[in-house]
DNA sequence: CATCCGGATGTAACCGCTTACATCCAGCGC
DNA sequence: GCGCTGGATGTAAGCGGTTACATCCGGATG
């Protein structure tokens, strides 16, 4: 039965002859190796462990794709957990999954809670996503570098009041998109930013109520940069609303490109993130984890690339409503009647 | 430690005392007992499997989320295998989640495969998602209700000539979905439907072209019923570049409530889908028969309810629209004026 | 006082595989 | 002919639990 083992498992010489004879009865006995026995003997699952927050949609299933195709093609399984509204209950699943699984990728966006990566096990190969701490191994998105692309191409357009709607503070995608904005604001000889920056939780609601402040702000901005496209969407809708015309009095930007984005009206220009990219990546730093667990330091990181995707949201600051004038409908309509 | 073992599984008798002891002492020593010895030993894994083929974001993560929370909350871990592309794939995983599972969620829509039927394993609990097989537990959406529902809905505001956009021929939700409208249409009193009916693939490309062959029915139809929204999607974005006025000279109506139906202009009348709650179901239906595997009889059925959404997207047919004069743009906006 | 009883705990076989080590055997050089 | 060598295969000791069965022990019973 050892050379059995030998021949299934091809990692040791095995005679031509034995090794045709043993795959025949293998195949006429219906013979499945029993996996859990393998596993108890050799300690190892060939398995990673997916621990999510309660994300939503398109995010969750694009990051467990990601990670699933390049998990399948290593000869891996994934263990998932996702939809955990508290930390009590990550940290609950964190514990069921150990010695289920050889490595873990887990996403714990919201940096505040420092207990969660202080119970994170030390003993097992281990990826964090969107989320960093020192000593450990994370994949993060290009936030940063995305919102400098999407500020230098409303920049290029001619805008320089430029207000942004904020994400959750304790998120740390969040405060890296508002750190592109601000340092690109300052490139843009804007010194006092903080009036332009309203508050924001990612969800379209907030969007929506930060728009309609926005179109208080005097001098008024001529565009309106969201860390997502969640936020964007209730902006745009709040705008529709107010009878403000998009992009032409106010330009629009998100971030993520969620495929809702390329419907809206008008599509949304944004920041596109390859999720998909993101949970492929991941896996291979874990495997790399796995496979040698002294390997280099761990501390590993990794960053996503983004692209600018432009739609019909965003155009160049018409010149009269650069100033500050007050809005009059009719008047603009006039106008704009002479223009065309 | 034979105790040990009683003391963790709390299933067998043991002195308050020693019981204690033994708790302390697990504590001190982070003891952790091995899930790959307790599998092999009792043959049981306390995880299930999900296999899907390469279906699209939302419905993804809604499925796995609904499996998710029930599993978790019986104590189960998920395996999760996703985007198969082809049967070979999905069988391939099939064999390679053997022995990892105590049970299987499949979901394979396409039932031209009879192979797959075939190569399922028959000694592991098993439930069949959205196709059925004789035999065999199974869940499946009450198509053939919501489909009928919609239809009910645009009889009522007066439309008699509706037009059907067809889902892949071999996919069971979509015939469902076609049954209902014919039987709903043979209710109106139109006996003749094929011609009203359009070929389309869930794409939002078919949804696109067939609506642009709706329009040239004669009579053209006042209403477009696509068997999904996304065909729904395509249709809408159809009608606009005609410039055919939605819902006033068409009502629109799509199928499953995916987020962009409410974004879309008009927002679209559909029918929603429970998708989370197919998930959580399929999870209770697998739980019973991995329980008491000689339970009644394989070939449990039990059916998802559906819900109609009316939005913008349908309204009454307008009085001059229900003749079949030809279509003469210039007049009906005239006519159109009138009326205002 | 010997026997019996039943609850609590200890003992060891077993789950099915991997793998270090033992064994076997053919070919080789001396 | 003999000891060696090395490749192929057999043997058995784990891996870390579960659980049937044996054992132990204090109290009730005859």
Redesign the interface.
């Known amino acids: 039965m050892a050379t059995v083992s030998r021949v299934l498992n091809g990692k040791e010489v095995v005679r031509e002859e034995t090794l045709r004879q043993v795959l025949a009865a293998a195949e006429t006995l219906h013979y499945?190796?029993?996996?859990?026995?393998r596993?108890?003997s050799i300690?190892r699952?060939h398995?990673v462990g997916i621990v999510l927050p309660d994300v939503?949609?398109?995010f969750?299933?694009?990051v467990?794709?990601g990670i699933?195709?390049a998990a399948?093609h290593a000869g891996y399984?994934?263990?998932?957990?996702?939809?955990h509204s508290d930390v009590g209950e990550m940290l609950e699943?964190l514990g069921?999954?150990?010695?289920?699984v050889d490595g873990l990728i887990v996403m714990a966006p919201d940096v505040a809670h420092a207990s969660l990566h202080q119970s994170l096990p030390s003993d097992l190969p281990l990826v964090l996503l969107n989320s960093t701490d020192e000593g450990r191994d994370a994949i993060t998105i290009d936030n940063y570098g995305g919102a400098q692309a999407m500020m230098r191409h409303l920049a290029g357009l001619g805008h320089v009041h430029i207000a942004f709607i904020k994400g959750p503070a304790q998120n740390a995608d969040a405060r890296e998109r508002l750190r592109g904005f601000r340092h690109a604001m300052r490139g843009l000889g804007v010194t006092a930013t903080r009036h332009l920056e309203l508050a924001g939780d990612f969800t379209e609601e907030s969007g929506h109520a930060a728009a309609l402040k926005i179109l208080t702000l005097a001098p008024r901005p001529t565009a309106l940069f969201a860390a997502n496209d969640a936020m964007a969407?209730g902006a745009l809708a709040a705008l529709a609303e107010a009878g403000t015309a998009v992009p032409g009095e106010m330009s629009v930007a998100g971030f993520d490109d969620i495929?809702?984005a390329r419907?809206?009206?008008p599509p949304l220009t944004t920041i596109r993130v390859d999720i998909a990219d993101l949970g492929r990546r991941a896996f291979g730093l874990l495997l790399g984890a796995i496979e040698q667990p002294a390997g280099s330091a761990a501390g590993r990181r990794d960053c996503i690339a983004t692209t600018l995707i432009v739609r019909k949201s965003s155009c160049s600051p018409a010149i009269h409503t650069t100033t500050s004038a007050r809005p009059d409908r009719k008047l603009r309509g006039r106008r704009k009647g002479e223009e065309s």
Chains 1, 2 share one sequence.
């Open positions: 499945v190796p029993n996996v859990a026995a596993s108890l300690r699952s398995t939503h949609g398109e969750f299933s694009e467990i794709r699933d195709v399948r399984h994934i263990l998932v957990s996702g939809s699943v069921a999954m150990r010695g289920r969407v495929p809702i419907y809206v009206a």
